[in-house]
């Protein structure tokens, strides 16, 4: 059964729009997030990551939202770039087990 | 600085052969885990470790052994490869509550 999922396999958006990936997770226990992305041939590099005892965090051009309630999680790119073309991963781990739970992947593809 | 090192990059085995993957981190790291990352299904752990000596089971250690021998390494082994572990083997490694870095990746092959 999967703990984290992300329901959009793909996502295409235009050169200086914003993108928005969306994470669901089903245990209750999680209290750190992250999101990592992914280009091809490469291992996954860290680009954000939210506590549960916050609802948002900045860096950049990132953002990441986190909705506790409706155990839910989203990234905003803004403006989004070609080099943003990547598969992005949402992950979640409580801090009793240090496990990182991955989500499928959102491949996002940025439209010059 | 080298972060974290997998060894080897690609493997190609035959059904029923034994291989060891070998991961290794320079930041003194507690914690370190071994993903598999298949099409549609995104990274799914195999084992973890959280620190010397031990180890524990991820989503998917069927068919897996680990090892944590030293602090700075560890080991992923497969004792009869079987055509449902081709997959591409990513290691990772952290400290508590912090992000996991990752290695570049093993793309293994069994036919």
């Known amino acids: 059964d999967q703990q984290v999922k992300q329901n959009s396999p793909s996502l295409s958006v235009q050169e200086g729009r914003i993108s928005i990936l969306n994470c669901d997770y089903t245990?209750?226990?999680?209290?750190?997030f992250l999101w990592y992305k992914k280009y091809p041939a490469e291992g996954p590099t860290f680009l954000i990551s939210?506590?549960?005892?916050?609802d948002k965090n900045e860096d950049g051009r990132f953002t990441v939202f986190l909705n506790k309630s409706a155990k839910h999680l989203s990234l905003h790119i803004v403006p989004s770039q070609p080099g943003d073309s990547a598969v992005y991963f949402c992950?979640?781990?409580?801090?009793?087990?240090?496990?990182?739970?991955f989500g499928t992947g959102t491949r996002l593809k940025v439209l010059a | 600085n080298a972060g974290v090192t997998q060894t080897p990059k690609f493997r190609v085995l035959k059904t029923g052969q034994s291989m060891t993957l070998l991961c290794a981190q320079d930041?003194?790291?507690?914690?370190m885990y071994w993903y598999r990352q298949d099409p549609g299904m995104g990274l799914r752990l195999i084992h973890y470790?959280?620190?010397?000596?031990?180890?524990a089971k991820g989503e998917v250690p069927d068919g897996y052994n680990v090892s944590r021998l030293k602090k700075q390494n560890f080991l992923l082994g497969l004792e009869s490869a079987a055509p449902s572990q081709t997959s591409v083997y990513f290691c990772?490694?952290?400290?508590?509550?912090?992000?996991?870095?990752f290695g570049q990746g093993t793309r293994l092959t069994v036919v």
């Open positions: 992950a979640a781990s409580d801090v009793g087990t240090y496990k990182y739970i």
């Open positions: 939210i506590s549960s005892i916050k």
């Open positions: 470790s959280v620190g010397e000596g031990t180890t």
């Open positions: 245990n209750s226990m999680f209290d750190y």
């Open positions: 930041m003194n790291h507690e914690y």
């Open positions: 990772a490694s952290s400290k508590e509550n912090t992000e996991a870095f």
